[in-house]
């Protein structure tokens, strides 16, 4: 960051008062710009025993599968977040059933937030930054072609709680190598 969003002034890396922090501080208006970790949103959509995936189009990971998922937008709730994520990417309406995954990825200021998530229909097809889409059993799922280790551990504690038949809350740390 060079300039205030605010004034336009040129930002200084410092620590503000009060902070322990290195900032953005704007050298003329005073603002302190805070750069927070980016919230990524989806969903493990659910139709019988299969999960719903998308095949990105657009990078990073192009062609790759993944489960339906982007940045989260001001003004909207984390599941708000996830529907529409469900939709734009894999035109698919879904009802929310809970907050299932967490996974921190710190060294790129991201947090992953999956919920687990019932379609309501088959009507699904592929979004503007989605290749195709399709519904897999677990036996099917392209494990190699996972286009993130986020993902992954999503869908490994999905399946491994569908089999014990109970569904719980998982929160993961991914390190720069598992990204």
């Not at 195709?132 to 494990?143: K, R, V």
Request: aromatic share 10%; glycine share 6%.
């Amino acid at each position: 960051m060079k300039f205030c969003s605010q004034c336009g002034g040129a930002v200084s890396l410092l620590i503000p008062n009060g902070d322990n922090l290195p900032r953005h501080v704007c050298q003329c208006c005073g603002t302190i710009h805070y750069l927070n970790p980016k919230l990524v949103i989806g969903c493990v959509a659910e139709w019988e025993d299969r999960i719903l995936l998308c095949r990105r189009s657009i990078a990073p990971r192009y062609g790759l599968w993944t489960l339906p998922a982007g940045f989260m937008e001001n003004g909207e709730s984390t599941s708000q977040g996830a529907v529409r994520e469900t939709l734009e990417e894999a035109c698919a309406r879904v009802e929310i059933l809970q907050l299932f995954s967490l996974v921190n990825v710190p060294h790129i200021n991201q947090v992953h937030l999956f919920y687990r998530a019932r379609l309501l229909d088959k009507a699904f097809s592929a979004g503007l930054e989605t290749l195709e889409t399709a519904l897999f059993p677990e036996d099917s799922i392209p494990w190699q072609e996972i286009a993130f280790q986020s993902v992954a551990l999503c869908l490994r504690a999905y399946f491994s709680d569908r089999g014990a038949g109970r569904f719980v809350f998982h929160e993961e740390d991914l390190r720069p190598s598992a990204a």
